[in-house]
């Protein structure tokens, strides 16, 4: 009985908050793991689209350009 006493007290006051800590550790390292993937696939997505609208931005300024000179 003794024993047991001396396993449950080791398990509430010493391992269990120990492996709390771990896990919710580990989950805080997953998220943040998550986080950075999904920030470095918006980003590249972002990218791209911020270079199709600069060409199109481009073009038509070129477009706009050449009317204004046939204009004058």
């Known amino acids: 009985m003794d024993i ?3 396993v449950m ?3 509430n006051n010493g391992l269990f908050p120990i492996a709390c800590c771990v896990g919710l550790c580990y989950i805080v390292v997953m998220l943040f793991k ?4 999904d920030t470095a ?3 590249d997505s972002f990218t791209t689209a911020l270079n199709k609208n600069t060409n199109a931005i481009t073009k038509l300024c070129e477009k706009l350009e050449k009317r204004g000179d046939t204009n004058d």
């Open 4 to 6: 047991l006493n001396y």
């Open 9 to 11: 007290e080791l398990i």
């Open 34 to 37: 998550s986080y950075r993937e």
């Open 41 to 43: 696939k918006m980003s």
